[in-house]
């Protein structure tokens, strides 16, 4: 029991679909050829790769197909990064005498880092302020979008809390006034239904291990016709959009996680629903002063922040690490601080709530018997937390 591991931190990374290993073997093997060769040994690689590229089409309901029936609205990148950053430098490329990049206070930090860099560069940033359940201000964004605009970057679903935005009306407000939008579905993509075309988007990114691909592999979609600026300029790979030789193995794995994400994107979204309200349920009737953050209505299906008063996540992180449960805290740890995340912070959540998060986020590979194990063990840690807090009067 001690030594078994009970993954609820999916929305860092998740595990490899063994489907997934399967498909990618023969390209660590037999199939070793650069795609870009005239050889027939290569080419049988592009062929592939362009089947891949298919798959992530299909999953992101991108429609177009070029005469030999490949779909150009895809371009693979190395990661959800390397997507936010180069759909955000087109987007500025394409429309050069604008000056202004409208983002959102709860970005992922590929987004919010790169706009960082931009405003050092003399471009102009706006983050449009959430509320406390992490809704994005529409007013504030009609407000912020102006003729100046270039682009509009909001995510689709938030990786710290699950909320989902309504990105059909925020593409609305950035094409009113000219300007592109970019949505970071990296947490959406195969958790719920994601439409480029319907969606509006003219750019939008995800990520091979937030959806049971390796890490180091992402795609983009860039909406037909747009003009596209390459972020990474090499060869003529990818069209010309994405210079370096292709990590062929991760692509075709990329592809396989897209096609299982697509069969099984009801069921699945079902699953983890009940799962993680289940759970929530649970910890509500059995913890007193919890709270669960984000847009209740209108969330990732396998994200859970909850908010526990007078502790700090990273304890009871600590403390279930014991039993092999792995969550992860709502804190800004990657600068070595305890600050409570921009997330939270930017929905006004309390300092001694926003302190003691912890976010369980689940896949397809979770069963309610380890989260009933997790909703077990969790009330005694959390009084014994309390008991030692010098902020808990109970
Ligand atoms: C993980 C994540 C990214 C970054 O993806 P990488 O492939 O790790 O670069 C971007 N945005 C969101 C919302 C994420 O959760």
Same mark, same amino acid.
């Given at each position: ?11 860092? $990374?998740?595990?490899?679909? #063994? ?15 650069? =795609? !870009?060769?005239?050889?027939?040994? /290569? ?33 693979? $990148? ?17 429309? =050069? ?5 409208? @983002? ?57 809390? /699950? ?43 995800? !990520? ?5 691909? #390796?890490? %180091?592999? /992402? ?10 600026? =390459?972020?990474?300029?090499? %060869? ?41 309200? /289940? ?8 913890? #007193? ?13 396998? @994200? ?10 990273? !304890? ?14 709502? !804190?800004?740890? $990657?600068?070595?601080?305890?600050? =409570? ?25 979770? $069963? ?11 009330? #005694? ?14």
């Amino acid at each position: 029991m001690e030594h078994r591991v009970i993954y609820l931190d999916n929305n860092a $990374t998740t595990r490899v679909a #063994p489907e997934v290993v399967e498909a990618m073997l023969p390209y660590f093997g037999e199939l070793y050829g650069n =795609p !870009s060769s005239i050889h027939r040994f /290569g080419g049988q690689v592009a062929a592939h790769i362009e089947a891949a590229r298919r798959q992530v089409a299909e999953l992101l309901g991108a429609e177009y197909r070029d005469r030999d029936g490949n779909a150009t609205e895809i371009i693979f $990148t190395s990661c959800g990064t390397e997507g936010d950053n180069a759909a955000i430098h087109a987007a500025l490329r394409a429309l =050069p005498e604008r000056r202004k990049i409208v @983002t959102t206070a709860v970005e992922h930090p590929a987004v919010l880092h790169y706009c960082e860099e931009l405003a050092a560069r003399d471009f102009i940033v706006e983050k449009v302020p959430v509320d406390g359940r992490g809704r994005l201000d529409m007013e504030k964004l009609a407000a912020a979008v102006d003729d100046n605009t270039a682009v509009v970057s909001a995510m689709w679903g938030n990786n710290e809390t /699950g909320t989902i935005f309504p990105v059909k009306e925020i593409a609305a407000v950035a094409h009113a006034r000219g300007a592109y939008f970019h949505t970071d579905a990296v947490q959406a993509a195969g958790k719920v239904p994601v439409n480029a075309a319907e969606c509006g988007a003219d750019f939008l990114s995800i !990520s091979g291990h937030k959806l049971h691909a #390796p890490k %180091g592999v /992402g795609a983009l979609y860039i909406r037909r016709g747009i003009p596209f600026a =390459p972020l990474i300029c090499g %060869g003529h790979q990818e069209r010309m959009r994405r210079g370096g030789t292709e990590n062929v193995a991760s692509i075709i794995g990329l592809g396989k996680a897209c096609e299982l994400a697509r069969s099984g994107l009801e069921a699945e979204n079902r699953q983890l629903r009940a799962l993680r309200d /289940g759970f929530e349920a649970k910890l509500l009737a059995t913890i #007193p002063r919890i709270r669960v953050n984000g847009d209740l209505e209108n969330r990732l299906p396998g @994200t859970s922040s909850v908010s526990f008063e007078c502790i700090e996540g990273e !304890s009871i992180l600590m403390l279930l690490d014991v039993f092999g449960i792995c969550a992860s805290s709502g !804190s800004a740890c $990657t600068t070595g601080s305890l600050e =409570p995340s921009h997330v939270l912070r930017a929905m006004g959540i309390p300092y001694s709530a926003a302190h003691g998060t912890v976010r369980f986020s689940l896949s397809r590979y979770n $069963t309610e018997e380890e989260l009933d194990f997790v909703a077990e063990k969790l009330p #005694p840690i959390i009084a014994r937390l309390r008991e030692i807090s010098p902020y808990w009067k109970a």
